[in-house]
């Protein structure tokens, strides 16, 4: 069975995922787009159809499941009209803008009693953290106490604002630390640079393991994402971003990726075909609508506690029995 996919936004991230789904996906046609760029979306149709109207392309015939890739703030309001049209989506990171409006989607999703909703944190296929929660899991390296994380990118995007380094890219931490250790997060400290940048985050899970994350939005030399994970007998740590060496300018080393795209190339691909499986045999993957919920529940919380430069102990709702 071919499953028909609507892509809506085609941007960065939007074009990637169009180019994945038509290159690098088993089981999958594109058979509709949208953008709020006519123009773009026109260039990119290869014989799909062009709606300039999401929630018209949410309802159209022409697609059984849905790719949401527009800006954050659209998130939540999609997700909520492919639930209303008991349609599955992959609807991108974060899912909504606020713990209040994630809470509709997560509510609208138990009223219907099945999960629909497949949030884009990609980095649980990312084969480097995979390898580290598996190592983990296996037990050799003891329980494990802390877990560092660094989050560079090499510059800001213009339209980003100052809560963005945390609303857009420290919920990555959020939620791959709460994946890979099994725990909750309970509470968080923020330390700010002059300026703002880079962040420095502390959190305590509920199993008392420390999460340390540097934030550094404006780090120049290249997008650079680490995490080492600290046991009682031992640790594990990913390896460097790239998989070759490279002599060039009398340098011998590394090189570093512009962006996230072709860092976490794999993990998108993965995930992407995990989506498509998982829509065809109706066993969730990934991050569930509970797990965006609780991203974004946490992240407004680091938000207010960089704003009030003031400890914040994190306060969630109950999950339903939908995500046990
Ligand atoms: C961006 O939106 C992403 O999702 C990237 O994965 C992240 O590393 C970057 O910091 C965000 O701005």
Redesign the pocket.
């Known amino acids: 069975m071919t499953l028909s996919v609507g892509v809506i936004g085609l941007g960065v ?1 939007g074009a990637e995922h169009l180019r994945l789904l038509r290159e690098e996906t088993a089981g999958v046609q594109v058979t509709a787009i949208c953008d709020a760029d006519a123009d773009r979306a026109g260039r990119l149709a290869q014989g799909a159809g062009v709606f300039s109207d999401p929630t018209a392309l949410i309802n159209s015939d022409k697609v059984e499941a849905l790719v949401i890739a527009s800006p954050d703030a659209t998130h939540a309001g999609l997700a909520l009209a492919c639930l209303a049209a008991g349609k599955p989506a992959l609807c ?2 974060p899912l909504a803008s606020s713990a209040d409006e994630a809470l509709r989607v997560v509510n609208a999703e138990v009223a219907i009693g099945r999960r629909l909703l497949q949030v884009g944190y ?2 649980r296929f990312d084969p480097a953290y995979a390898e580290m929660k598996q190592v983990a899991e296996a037990g050799g390296i003891g329980a494990p106490v802390i877990l560092q994380n660094v ?1 560079r ?1 090499a510059a ?2 213009e339209w ?1 604002t100052g809560p ?2 945390v609303s ?2 420290f ?2 931490e959020i939620d791959i630390s709460r994946w890979l250790l099994g725990s909750e997060l309970v509470s968080a400290i923020v330390h700010a640079a002059p300026g703002g940048d880079p962040l420095l985050i502390t959190m305590e899970t509920d199993r008392g393991e420390i999460v340390t994350t540097e ?1 550094f ?1 404006n780090a120049h030399y290249g ?1 650079h ?1 680490h995490a080492q994970l600290i046991g009682r007998n031992g640790t594990v740590q990913m390896t460097q971003p790239s998989v070759t060496l490279v002599n060039a300018d009398r340098r011998h080393g590394h090189s570093y990726p512009e ?2 795209v072709p ?2 190339r794999d993990a998108y691909r993965v995930q992407m075909n995990a989506w498509v499986r998982a829509v065809a045999s109706g066993k969730p993957a990934g991050a569930s609508a509970w797990d965006g919920y609780d991203a974004t529940a946490i992240e407004e919380q680091v938000v207010t506690a960089l704003q009030t430069r003031s400890k914040a102990q994190m306060i969630l709702g109950a999950r339903p029995d939908l995500y046990a």
């Open positions: 991230m991108e990171k990609m980095r989050h990118n800001a995007p980003f963005m380094a857009n890219s919920v990555h934030v939005m997008y994402v962006n996230w860092r976490f």
